[in-house]
């Protein structure tokens, strides 16, 4: 071979390799521009996002030079191609487990959807149903180009099958969104599709309709915020669950959600070190009277393991409060009716929110602990035109269906069907416990009284004779809902001091570890929707 020959084929030796170490460059940091716009939104460059979410040297690529020929004819070119095609894909640890990461570019194209796009991401969800992996979503998208939609959107591995895909992972891994910037129009069904949605206020965005269609199409003219801005969906629509103030606070929401849930459907939650609630519950925590309102998160405190309570949807539906904590170092979710939000009373949404977190709860084998001081279901025609029965419905379909352990404490009262709805002994929790204060009955003794003995009362014209026979009739209605006689009954299994409560639900759900996990025999049910 002449020297000529080898000095060519080590030329061309070279150049592939600078071609490659090229195309590969482009896609670790953005350009001059992209970083100067990622600054001005106080946006994180997607390498840094995904360096927060994954252990230290862990995270491994594929499909990185996707793309790298675009708008480059003659060969490579440093510069030439969309970078990784605007969305990195991979798998790295979280917490020493393995997961699946999925996070758009926004310095591409605005991270907007091409062909190869859509298909690294139906690639990683492949990945994720075949080894039952969790799915971290980092969001920045501005949905699909257009230009591409006959290559991406209609296909048998278009864009149509990440969703059928997120469906077919949903109760089988968690999938967890954080949302930095705009999903819009096909893509908002990402996060929706998610166990949870941690949205940055002020930078992120869901919508299926931009305020500029909804103004060309419908005649709205709204703005960004109103139309699919982060505080409107955590508060309105509920299709965000948690507010974060940057990129940083998702990425550690989005951790943090994580270290409550296993990995898998198959495996339990991981266990962490126990520790004193920041509290003690005191008969002084939960007023008697029920016509005195307080937070239910004091009880909260008292009894999960200190700064172990990570609330989902805090804004949304604050009458009922959901979240994960730890009892005794082990994770347990929690299903509050909080008096000082609207009495407490149940409504549309909370049994919405209610419903959601109760599935996602029996879906990945975590306890349930449920706090009632309910005064039943919200009534009116307002409520009645917004199908508050089969929300309602709803979520007496999820306590029916959870098999987890379960303990139900009634806190103050358990009225109506809010009984129920907060899985009162007819719905087999493992436990039924009652403070020594508590209630059972149909309804509260003042409206029991008027609503049996209305026209009674409107007919006796003395106030005092009024206020007696009042006075009787509630008296009658109290002796008969009694505390101590549901308990004699076998309607609560047992009558607990507050300060022995944590003790009480740590050692009953410990014990219910082994219960049946079958509910029916069925394909599934038709839930109310």
Same mark, same amino acid.
């Given at each position: ?210 305020p500029r269609m909804a103004e060309m199409v419908v005649g709205e003219t709204v703005s960004l915020e109103e139309m ?169 379909? @999820? $306590?029916? !269906? ?6 139900? %404490?009634? #806190? &103050?009262? *358990? +009225?109506?069907? =809010? ?11 493992d436990a039924t416990l009652a403070l020594p204060t508590a209630r059972i009955a149909v309804m509260g003794p003042e ?46 299994? @047992? $009558?607990? !001091? ?6 009480? %639900?740590? #050692? &009953?759900? *410990? +014990?219910?570890? =082994? ?15």
């Amino acid at each position: 071979m002449t020297d000529t020959v080898q000095e060519q084929i080590g030329a061309a030796a070279h150049d592939h390799y600078a071609e490659v170490a090229a195309a590969r460059a482009a896609t670790l940091a953005p350009s001059d521009a992209g970083a100067a716009k990622l600054a001005g939104q106080a946006k994180l460059p997607v390498r840094e996002r995904i360096a927060l979410l994954v252990d230290d040297g862990t995270f491994v690529e594929d499909g990185q030079l996707a793309n790298a020929l675009a708008g480059a004819p003659s060969g490579w070119a440093v510069g030439a191609g969309l970078p990784a095609d605007g969305v990195v894909t991979g798998r790295g640890l979280v917490d020493g487990r393995p997961a699946i990461v999925i996070a758009n570019d926004p310095t591409v194209k605005a991270g907007s959807w091409g062909a190869r796009t859509v298909e690294k991401i139906v690639r990683a969800t492949e990945h994720a149903l075949r080894e039952e992996l969790p799915v971290f979503w980092l969001v920045d998208s501005a949905g699909a180009r257009i230009t591409d939609q006959v290559e991406l959107f209609p296909g048998r591995r278009g864009a149509g099958r990440i969703f059928h895909n997120q469906v077919a992972l949903s109760g089988k891994v968690p999938q967890i969104c954080c949302l930095f910037g705009p999903s819009a129009a096909g893509g908002a069904y990402i996060p929706a599709f998610c166990d949870i949605v941690v949205m940055v206020e002020g930078n992120a965005s869901m919508y299926l309709g931009s305020p500029r269609m909804a103004e060309m199409v419908v005649g709205e003219t709204v703005s960004l915020e109103e139309m699919g801005g982060a505080r409107m969906h955590c508060t309105v629509s509920g299709c965000g669950d948690n507010l974060a103030v940057d990129d940083a606070d998702a990425i550690e929401q989005a951790r943090l959600f994580f270290s409550y849930l296993p990995t898998c459907w198959r495996e339990v939650p991981p266990e962490y070190p126990a520790e004193a609630p920041v509290a003690v519950l005191t008969r002084e925590s939960v007023p008697e009277k029920e016509s005195v309102p307080f937070d239910v998160h004091t009880v909260v405190d008292a009894l999960v393991d200190e700064d172990s309570f990570f609330e989902v949807k805090p804004l949304f539906a604050a009458e009922l409060v959901v979240g994960f904590g730890r009892l005794d170092g082990r994770p347990v979710g929690i299903v509050a009716n909080n008096s000082a939000v609207r009495g407490g009373v149940l409504f549309g949404d909370s049994a919405d929110k209610a419903a959601r977190f109760i599935w996602l709860c029996d879906a990945f084998n975590v306890p349930l602990l449920y706090l009632s001081d309910v005064p039943g279901f919200m009534i009116g025609s307002a409520v009645e035109r917004a199908g508050i029965i089969r929300h309602g419905a709803k979520m007496i379909t @999820a $306590v029916s !269906e959870a098999t987890v352990p379960q303990v139900c %404490v009634i #806190l &103050r009262k *358990a +009225y109506g069907a =809010g009984l129920y709805a907060m899985a009162g002994p007819g719905f087999g929790p493992d436990a039924t416990l009652a403070l020594p204060t508590a209630r059972i009955a149909v309804m509260g003794p003042e409206a029991a009284t008027n609503a049996v003995y209305a026209n009674k009362i409107a007919a006796i014209e003395d106030a005092a004779e009024r206020d007696a026979f009042v006075a009787a009739r509630r008296a009658e209605y109290e002796e008969d809902v009694d505390l101590m006689r549901l308990a004699n009954d076998l309607v609560v299994d @047992a $009558v607990i !001091e507050p300060a022995e409560l944590r003790r009480e %639900v740590v #050692l &009953r759900l *410990a +014990y219910a570890v =082994g219960r049946d996990r079958r509910f029916s025999e069925r394909r599934h049910g038709v839930p109310p929707v």
